[in-house]
């Protein structure tokens, strides 16, 4: 069974930083794109990054580019996102999910990131 | 970025009735290889999204049957062929043929 656990939330200040962790289980992890999905209160869906098998290659949509990275450990079933510069509108759960190429196809329970002051 | 559209906002349905949510996007999913990578995701109250179908028409594994997607080029429907109590919930589309990847506002489906 596909397992997706997302950790590392919590509330930061604006300009704060925080480092979300996504542990994997159940499948090959280092055969498949990863992603990080947000999702403000009460409101949609937003794909924030995603990044290839290998690490080599990363995306980022514009409202986050500069201040989150996007990271994997194959040997550790990890995904990573460091996000920096923190704004009250990076305000979210946070989503792991495997796959990005096209289509993510199982998600993770989310993480809170609350930033305020 | 792709905009994508959905339509109604909410949808009240009655227990075993039939619902249809439309999705359409601002440019063409057609990607260069072909196929069209239109998703739909089902998301329950207090619960993370769930994939429901992929590239348009594609059922996930253990998705019922009475869920069927349809489209293409730029306009796409979800259908309920008759709906169930489980089915309450919120429902994205999303397109994955261009980057960044974008859902739909979101059909909330609730029984009248």
């Known amino acids: 069974e596909v397992q997706l656990v997302e950790s590392g939330g919590g509330v930061v200040e604006p300009g704060g930083s925080l480092r979300l962790s996504c542990a994997a289980s159940g499948f090959t992890f280092s055969v498949f794109w990863m992603s990080w999905v947000r999702q403000a209160p009460g409101k949609g869906l937003e794909g924030v990054a995603r990044?290839?098998?290998?690490?080599?290659?990363?995306y980022y949509v514009d409202s986050v580019k500069g201040r989150f990275t996007i990271s994997r450990d194959n040997a550790k079933n990890s995904l990573y996102l460091q996000m920096n510069s923190l704004r009250a509108e990076d305000t979210a759960v946070y989503y792991c999910?495997?796959?990005?190429?096209?289509?993510?196809?199982?998600w993770g329970q989310g993480t809170l990131v609350s930033v305020s002051s | 970025d792709v905009v994508m559209t959905q339509s109604p906002l909410s949808l009240p349905v009655t227990l075993g009735q039939p619902a249809s949510i439309s999705c359409r996007s601002s440019?063409?999913?057609?990607?260069?290889?072909?196929?069209?990578?239109l998703n739909w995701f089902q998301q329950r109250p207090g619960q993370s999204p769930r994939r429901l179908i992929y590239q348009v028409s594609h059922r996930d594994s253990g998705v019922p049957d009475r869920f069927s997607g349809s489209g293409s080029g730029t306009d796409f429907a979800l259908k309920i062929s008759r709906v169930e109590a489980e089915d309450v919930g919120v429902y994205y589309c999303?397109?994955?043929?261009?980057?960044?990847?974008?859902f739909g506002g979101g059909t909330k489906v609730e029984i009248k």
């Open positions: 999303m397109q994955g043929t261009h980057w960044p990847h974008t």
């Open positions: 440019q063409s999913l057609v990607h260069s290889d072909g196929n069209i990578y």
């Open positions: 999910a495997r796959g990005g190429y096209r289509s993510p196809d199982n």
């Open positions: 990044i290839t098998e290998d690490g080599g290659a990363k």
